[in-house]
């Protein structure tokens, strides 16, 4: 069983920056694609970024594409997502999730991974 850890989230002006950490334990985290998702309140949870076992390949979300930045660190079992130019409106829980294959599928959405951390709040004022 892969147990996986957010840290990294807080209150954050618009137009600032926050970089999230995922800790992973358990597992083999360097076989797994790994993913942020995030949840409003009222919301569904929705995809912002994935990335292959390896971190030579990454997706995100439109609404993120060109601001955040997911990494991963296989020696250290920690995936990362760096935020910034960040807006009101990526305030959320935001979710790391492990995916029991090497390579994310574009069109998954959460039930497309397998194990999930509890959370990290990420909040933006205006």
């Known amino acids: 069983q892969v147990q996986l850890v957010e840290s990294g989230g807080g209150l954050v002006q618009a137009g600032g920056s926050l970089r999230l950490s995922c800790a992973a334990s358990?597992?083999?985290?360097?076989?797994?694609?790994m993913g942020w998702f995030r949840q409003a309140p009222g919301k569904e949870r929705e995809f912002v970024a994935a990335?292959?076992?390896?971190?030579?390949?990454?997706y995100y979300a439109d609404s993120v594409k060109g601001r955040f930045t997911i990494s991963r660190d296989n020696a250290k079992n920690t995936v990362y997502l760096q935020m910034n130019s960040l807006k009101p409106e990526d305030t959320a829980v935001y979710y790391c999730?492990?995916?029991?294959?090497?390579?994310?599928?574009?069109?998954?959405?959460?039930?497309?991974?397998?194990?999930w951390g509890q959370g990290t709040q990420v909040t933006v004022s205006s």
């Open positions: 999730a492990a995916r029991r294959a090497p390579y994310y599928r574009a069109s998954d959405g959460p039930v497309g991974y397998d194990y």
């Open positions: 358990g597992g083999t985290f360097s076989a797994y694609a």
């Open positions: 990335i292959d076992w390896s971190g030579g390949s990454t």
